[in-house]
């Protein structure tokens, strides 16, 4: 792969995994909009706390949640439950005890949404491909949401249910990032994919490659015809059979061993470029 054609491919890929990065904060964003009254019991202590003073008598600051950064609730969140301790002291003494939401649903809150906290960042990369993460980004969100385990308090439970909904809604995977993980070696078997899905996608690649044709490389391999009038064929001309098949390169990668999911993506596709002409382009 030449240094222009992987400038092409990491634009490509920037503006690919930058919609969706875009879509997960919008999700997230969606998300957090729901009127959860825990949130704002959450949201209003930490302004009265900075409106009465109170964050003076505190060694831990409390973070505020700002209207343009979606993840600075889990950051008030966070800061809340560190400084718990010191605002039950400071609140019994103010006789203000009723403003401390419940410590428990807080965490629970906090822990909901903090493991969706690095997913931007991690389609956000600038020196290396992403797209390929979108879809395992996207189902272990959808996993999470749907599996963390269910809480004690219905509108907790409620929140829960919510996110799931608008982050199925927001993000809409495509071809090109199913097509993607199948060209990331270490999960080119798509076991985390419906086999729908992993039939169409080594169908997709195979007729792509296909309409590439032959490296010139594989072609300079090739005898050359005869200068002059067309000869006619025998029945014994093999030529036929020793045509370049990108279905059988593909089918080569499908049965190479999977690499170490810490394997450089770039890297695999130089080193096996010749290996692998059609699909390393």
């Known amino acids: 792969m030449s240094a222009e054609g992987m400038e092409q491919d990491l634009e490509r890929d920037e503006a690919e995994r930058g919609s969706l990065a875009d879509g997960e904060n919008s999700a997230a964003e969606s998300e957090t909009d729901n009127d959860n009254p825990d949130r704002n019991e959450v949201k209003s202590l930490v302004d009265h706390c900075k409106r009465a003073a109170i964050v003076k008598h505190l060694k831990t600051t409390l973070k505020q949640e700002s209207e343009t950064r979606w993840h600075s609730m889990i950051d008030m969140l966070a800061s809340v439950l560190s400084a718990y301790d010191e605002l039950v002291v400071v609140l019994l003494e103010r006789e203000e005890a009723d403003l401390l939401p419940d410590r428990e649903r807080i965490q629970e809150m906090h822990d909901l949404f903090a493991a969706v906290e690095p997913a931007p960042e991690i389609l956000s990369a600038s020196k290396k491909p992403t797209i390929h993460l979108v879809i395992p980004v996207y189902h272990n969100l959808i996993q999470h949401f749907e599996h963390i385990h269910p809480s004690d308090h219905d509108d907790i439970r409620a929140l829960q249910v919510h996110a799931l909904n608008v982050f199925k809604a927001e993000l809409q995977p495509d071809d090109i990032h199913k097509a993607a993980v199948f060209l990331n070696p270490s999960m080119k078997h798509m076991s985390f994919l419906p086999e729908s ?52 390169e593909v089918e080569k990668y499908i049965r190479m061993r999977n690499p170490p999911a810490t394997q450089d993506l770039l890297a695999f596709w130089q080193q096996n470029e010749k290996e692998l002409p059609c699909l390393s382009l």
Do not use: W
């Open 197 to 248: 899905d992993r039939v169409k996608v080594v169908a997709t690649v195979m007729e792509h490659v296909q309409q590439i044709g032959v490296p010139h490389y594989e072609r300079a391999l090739m005898p050359s015809s005869d200068i002059g009038a067309p000869k006619p064929k025998s029945i014994f001309d093999f030529s036929n059979l020793c045509k370049f098949s990108n279905e059988n």
